[in-house]
């Protein structure tokens, strides 16, 4: 069992620029593929980033977030500059062992956290 806490969320203005993290805990950490995922209200939850084998991101989002981790701290962290108002939404870490690194069906989840940007 892994349970992730998420922390960092907050109020920026466009423009501005936050970091997320995400702390799981449990051993073996280094051996899940750890990701990022977002939900704005009224829409359904969507990709954001992943860091598994290999490093993904949305097209959303490229060039303006960044996905990085510490195993030694446990910890998946979301750089996100050039924050635009429709990034606003919960974001939630997730890990999960196997399987497609896109798809939102990850075996463990955070309890999210709020980012809202102002125009």
């Known amino acids: 069992q892994v349970q992730l806490v998420e922390s960092g969320g907050g109020l920026v203005q466009a423009g501005g620029s936050l970091r997320l993290s995400c702390t799981a805990s449990?051993?073996?950490?280094?051996?899940?593929?750890m990701g990022w995922f977002r939900q704005a209200p009224g829409k359904k939850r969507e990709f954001v980033a992943t860091f598994g084998d290999s490093i993904y991101y949305a097209d959303s989002v490229k060039g303006r977030f960044g996905i990085s981790r510490d195993n030694a701290k446990n910890t998946v962290y979301l750089q996100m500059n050039s924050l635009k108002p429709e990034d606003t939404a919960v974001y939630y870490c997730a890990a999960r062992t196997s399987g497609n690194l896109l798809r939102d069906d990850y075996d463990y989840w955070g309890q999210g956290t709020q980012v809202t940007v102002s125009s």
């Open positions: 449990g051993r073996s950490f280094s051996s899940y593929a």
